[in-house]
């Protein structure tokens, strides 16, 4: 007996102040200076955004260069390893690495293993007057410390960029850890958006007035002022690391 495919089904979802993105759906994107990967274009302002965030798969002979105009990037490394030239030094990647690159910067990632998968989160970069751009900042998540979010030792949260810390950064990127159970403790609804990707686990997204169940390898945007709200389910954290815009003045009136 034939077995019945049923292409037409996914939990993929795009409203106009939300969106779950399950990766069953994606079709490679091509970007010029960027060879021998497969880009998938997760977030962008088609949808309505005001960043971009890149899942990018690098072959071993996968190549990317280009230079950073008016949006600086944050590449996070999610599987596998490579190198980066900036400045004229280069630096390994591994599993947990990541670079932030400012505007103005060239850029060569290359001797990548075999499916390197790397994340980006995009954004314009917004100048704020007696603050300097950003230095390129590399580190590993490892090096970072979790830090009790709301005062609940099974929420945990690590910094990647200096965050409030330095007024220079317009954007910030945390690892948020849920051990299994936890959850936010209220529904937050602010001026802030933000993009993720599930780096472990699963649990419940609340995102407006819909419930979603959410799983390692989903993707999530969220617009400004969308009712947000997470729960952590099963017996392993859940984990997640989220783009957010932050530090300007948040109206131009």
């Known amino acids: 007996m034939n077995k019945i495919k049923l292409t037409s089904l996914s939990r993929s979802v795009v409203e106009s102040d939300h969106a779950v993105i399950t990766g069953d759906g994606f079709v490679n994107s091509k970007v010029p200076g960027w060879d021998n990967c497969e880009v998938n274009v997760v977030i962008n302002e088609a949808m309505g ?73 995009h954004k314009v970069y917004e100048p704020l007057e007696g603050y300097s751009v950003p230095d390129v900042m590399i580190n590993n998540a490892s090096n970072i410390n979790q830090n009790i979010y709301c005062e609940d030792p099974n929420l945990l949260m690590q910094n990647l960029l200096p965050d409030q810390d330095n007024l220079s950064f317009d954007m910030a990127v945390n690892i948020f850890t849920y051990n299994p159970g936890a959850n936010l403790p209220f529904v937050e609804t602010h001026i802030m958006e933000h993009g993720l990707i599930y780096l472990e686990g699963q649990g419940i997204y609340r995102l407006a007035d819909k419930w979603y169940p959410i799983k390692k390898g989903d993707s999530i945007w969220m617009a400004p002022y969308c009712p947000q709200w997470f729960g952590a389910l099963g017996t392993e954290p859940a984990v997640y690391i989220y783009y957010k815009n932050i530090n300007r003045f948040p109206t131009t009136i």
């Open 49 to 121: 955004a005001n960043f971009c965030q890149l899942l990018i798969t690098l072959k071993d002979t996968g190549k990317l260069e280009g230079k950073t105009k008016d949006s600086q990037i944050f590449f996070y490394v999610l599987e596998g390893e490579c190198d980066v030239k900036v400045d004229n030094q280069k630096n390994k990647l591994e599993k947990g690495s990541y670079i932030y690159l400012p505007i103005g910067k060239e850029y060569l990632f290359s001797n990548a293993k075999e499916g390197t998968k790397l994340l980006t989160f």
